[in-house]
């Protein structure tokens, strides 16, 4: 038998999220008049820990999918996506070329030397670009002043038969606090004022919140890229997905191994960080930082054993982490643990109190737990 953890994936689930997505889009376009924002399904990093070939078949209805690896883009062309594919740090060197054109991928650029390997590139058809602007982020893009000549420099590429549409993007620092997206908004809108093509400005939190942004024209059209979002986590500290009708895409189950029962003073773990006030029963859970658990959420994380809430106590071992039982008096060794997903607690819970982020914990997820798609 294999050891009882796994990862269970719903591609139902993340159809149902584009679908709130995309309702929430076309709503904003209708109450504005304008033309609502075509959709690049962000699905890097495996999918945020999901899967290419489930997030292809999730994210079926989306208008593109938007990653890092070309490898990844490979993956979706042979599992039968057909429409356009974003490549988000664009390529690396002159060879990445053959692949881009091969597989008919549009890339970004955000340096003159992708601009440079363009120029001296022998391609069979047009490559569709993403020129960046660097609007405050300071990552990756051209600076405002240099944006200008670097679209100039794109269009003579375009003349001469290299590329095809030359769209512009950037990527909000803020979107997700107070800050928000104004400032960098401002810069954008100034430096790419009058230049056409497709715009794409807008991550999970700000399709989330500033969708306005995005709603297109007659002449413009806009893209989002939603990430997140998508597989069922919030990209906000303020706001569970719950709240915006999101669904878990990832389900993180495993059993009890096995019960102890612990007197007063007993400590649990190593270091002893946990020690107990009174009499209580501990549950050992086959589930460990070697597995992709944080080993820094500590005592008190939300965990749900037999489908009661209860909390994490101790520290988390590589291959183990205990719960507290007295919430479950019946819970037994191959009692069913959620630790984070549908029927447990959210990932974005589990990550507040290991002081990280949900997208953390979904991508770490380590290749030895068995996935799932149900």
């Known amino acids: ?21 995309r309702r929430h889009l076309d709503q904003t376009a209708a109450g504005s ?27 079926s209805d989306a208008q593109g999918l938007a990653m890092l690896d070309l490898n990844e883009a490979v993956r979706c062309r042979e599992a039968g996506w057909g429409g356009p ?9 002159s060879d990445d070329l053959d692949i881009v054109d091969r597989y008919h991928l549009t890339t970004t650029v955000h ?3 992708q601009l ?28 405002a002043d240099s944006f200008g000549p670097a679209y100039a420099r794109a269009q003579q590429l375009q003349e001469r038969g290299a590329l095809g549409s030359i769209g512009k993007m950037t990527h909000f620092a803020c979107a997700d606090g107070p800050q928000g997206v104004s400032g ?18 807008c991550n999970s939190a700000a399709t989330l919140r500033y969708a306005e942004i995005a709603v297109g024209t007659a002449d ?14 919030s990209p906000f500290a303020d706001a569970d997905a719950a709240s915006f009708g999101l669904r878990p895409a990832m389900t993180l189950r495993s ?13 649990v773990g190593y270091g002893a960080t946990f020690t107990a006030t009174a009499p209580m029963r501990i549950g050992v859970v086959a589930c460990g930082y070697a597995d992709g658990y944080p080993r820094h959420a500590g005592t008190g994380t939300p965990v749900t054993v037999g489908g009661v809430a209860t909390r994490l106590v101790g520290r988390v071992s590589m291959d183990m982490l205990m719960v507290d039982l007295d919430p479950v008096p019946g819970a037994a060794p191959g009692a069913p643990v959620v630790l984070w997903g549908e029927g447990g607690p959210s990932v974005d819970a589990v990550a507040t109190h290991a002081g990280t982020i949900g997208y953390e914990l979904l991508c770490a997820v380590a290749p030895r737990v068995r996935r799932q798609v149900v």
């Open 184 to 201: 960098q908004l401002a810069v954008f809108d100034a430096a790419t004022q009058g230049l056409a093509g497709p715009v794409s400005v």
């Open 220 to 233: 413009t059209t806009h893209w989002v890229r939603p990430g997140i979002c998508l597989y069922g986590a």
């Open 255 to 267: 059993e009890l191994l096995a019960v102890q029962d612990i007197a007063a003073g007993d400590a």
């Open 111 to 113: 340096t003159r030397e």
């Open 1 to 21: 038998m294999p050891r009882p953890i796994s990862a269970s994936i719903d591609p139902a689930a993340l159809r149902h999220n584009l679908s709130v997505v």
């Open 33 to 59: 008049g304008g033309v609502a924002p075509s959709i690049w399904a962000v699905i890097k990093a495996n999918a945020y820990g999901h899967g290419i070939e489930q997030a292809v078949a999730g994210f």
């Open 85 to 93: 594919i974003l490549l988000l740090e664009g390529f690396f060197e």
């Open 116 to 143: 440079d390997m363009l120029a001296h590139a022998r391609l069979s058809r047009r490559v569709d670009i993403m020129l960046k602007l660097n609007s405050g982020m300071n990552r990756l893009g051209f600076t």
